[in-house]
C-alpha cells in the first residue's frame, strides 16, 4: 500500500514569488492536512481538507491557501514568498473521523532565498 | 494559548537499556494522542496512540501511558537500539481536525 506521496522533495524559490506544493494521500483516506516545521516554531498546523472542504485552518496568514480536488488529492500554495516561509512542509492523511491515526509524507523542503 | 510540550530536549540512551520520552499537555478536552518519530530528512513516522479513555496501550517495543489527571503523555521504547535514534514527537487532538505538536525530544543511543 503506497504511502502519502508529497511533490517536489526540494524547491528553491527566490522572494516574492509563488509556490505549488502537493500532496497525494494514501488510497481511501479522504483528508488531508497540511503542517510547516521549522527549527524555531516546531510543526504547525496550516489547514484541513476533507471531501473538497476545509474544515479546520491555522493561524498562518492568507499567502498560505489550500484545495483537495475530488481524488482526495490536495495541493498548497503560497503567494508572496517571504524568506521566513522556508520550511519543511508536510502532509498527513488520514480516514477523517475524528480521533484516527495520521499518517505523514516525507515532505517538501522550501527554501526562499 | 494551549499546547503539547515535553519535558525535556534531549535523552542520551545505552544501547539495550529502555527509553522514557515525557509529554505534558495542556488542553483538558484532548482526547487523542500520537507519538510520531522522525528521523533526519523525513516526515514523522506513526508509532502508537492511545484514546482517552485508556491509560497504557502496548505495541511492539513501545508503550505509552497516558495520566489524564496530570495531563502527562510518556513513549517507553524497550530494549533501545540504535535504529531509535530520532526525534519524537508526541501530538494531541481534541476533535477539531488538526494535531497539536510538541517541541520534540532528540534521542540519541550510544552503542
Known amino acids: 500500500k503506497a504511502g502519502v506521496t508529497q511533490t517536489p522533495r526540494y524547491l528553491i524559490k527566490t522572494r516574492g514569488q509563488q509556490v505549488t506544493l502537493s500532496c497525494s494521500p494514501i488510497?481511501?483516506?479522504?483528508?488531508v492536512s497540511w503542517y510547516q516545521q521549522t527549527p524555531g516554531q516546531g510543526l504547525q498546523f496550516l489547514f484541513e481538507?476533507?471531501?473538497?472542504?476545509?474544515?479546520n485552518k491555522g493561524n498562518f496568514p492568507g499567502r498560505f491557501s489550500g484545495r483537495q480536488f475530488s481524488n482526495s488529492r490536495s495541493e498548497m500554495n503560497v503567494s508572496t514568498l517571504e524568506l521566513g516561509d522556508s520550511a519543511l512542509y508536510l502532509c498527513?492523511?488520514?480516514?477523517?473521523?475524528?480521533?484516527?491515526?495520521?499518517?505523514f509524507g516525507q515532505g517538501t523542503r522550501l527554501t526562499v532565498v | 494559548g494551549e499546547s503539547v510540550g515535553l519535558h525535556l530536549p534531549t535523552l542520551s540512551v545505552q544501547e539495550g537499556d529502555n527509553s522514557i520520552i515525557n509529554c505534558a499537555y495542556s488542553?483538558?478536552?484532548?482526547?487523542?494522542f500520537i507519538w510520531y518519530k522522525q528521523e533526519s530528512g523525513k516526515g514523522p513516522q506513526f508509532i502508537i496512540d492511545?484514546?482517552?479513555?485508556?491509560d497504557k496501550r502496548q505495541g511492539q517495543r513501545v508503550t505509552v501511558l497516558l495520566n489524564k489527571t496530570v495531563k502527562h503523555l510518556s513513549l517507553q521504547i524497550a530494549a533501545t537500539q540504535p535504529g531509535d535514534s530520532a526525534v519524537y514527537f508526541c501530538?494531541?487532538?481534541?476533535?477539531?481536525?488538526?494535531?497539536?505538536f510538541g517541541a520534540g525530544t532528540t534521542v540519541t543511543v550510544r552503542a
Open positions: 498527513a492523511s488520514s480516514f477523517g473521523h475524528f480521533n484516527t491515526e495520521a499518517f
Open positions: 488510497s481511501g483516506h479522504r483528508s
Open positions: 481538507y476533507f471531501s473538497e472542504t476545509q474544515r
Open positions: 488542553n483538558s478536552a484532548s482526547d487523542y
Open positions: 492511545i484514546r482517552s479513555n485508556m
Open positions: 501530538a494531541e487532538n481534541s476533535n477539531d481536525y488538526k494535531l497539536s
